[in-house]
């Protein structure tokens, strides 16, 4: 059984930083693309990140791209998406997904974790 699940969201102040966590499991996560998206409240779902299974640099959207940095670590299954420089419009849940999310969204995803950016 796949399962993907997202940790380290809360609530910080505009200019903050925040490190997520998704932990992978019943996939072969060492050879499997991987990405970060987001969905803010109404919106659609955003591609933010895809974290490849090779040496090659991840993808970053326009939107983040400068401030959030993705990383994965193979051995402990374990994708990682740090935020910095955080504004408000980054509020909104967080997903990874197993997918190459510019390609498909539709890749199985965890629960989210909620990032709330706010005075």
């Known amino acids: 059984e796949v399962q993907l699940v997202e940790s380290g969201g809360g609530l910080v102040q505009p200019g903050g930083a925040l490190n997520l966590s998704c932990a992978a499991s019943?996939?072969?996560?060492?050879?499997?693309?991987m990405s970060w998206v987001r969905q803010a409240p109404g919106k659609e779902l955003e591609c933010v990140s895809v974290?490849?299974?090779?040496?090659?640099?991840?993808y970053y959207g326009d939107s983040v791209k400068g401030r959030f940095t993705a990383s994965r670590d193979n051995t402990e299954k374990t994708l990682y998406l740090q935020l910095s420089s955080l504004k408000s419009e980054d509020t909104a849940t967080y997903y990874c997904?197993?997918?190459?999310?510019?390609?498909?969204?539709?890749?199985?995803r965890g629960q989210g974790t909620q990032v709330a950016v706010s005075p």
């Open positions: 997904m197993w997918s190459e999310c510019r390609r498909s969204m539709r890749g199985s």
């Open positions: 974290v490849y299974p090779t040496l090659q640099s991840p």
């Open positions: 019943g996939f072969p996560f060492s050879i499997a693309m």
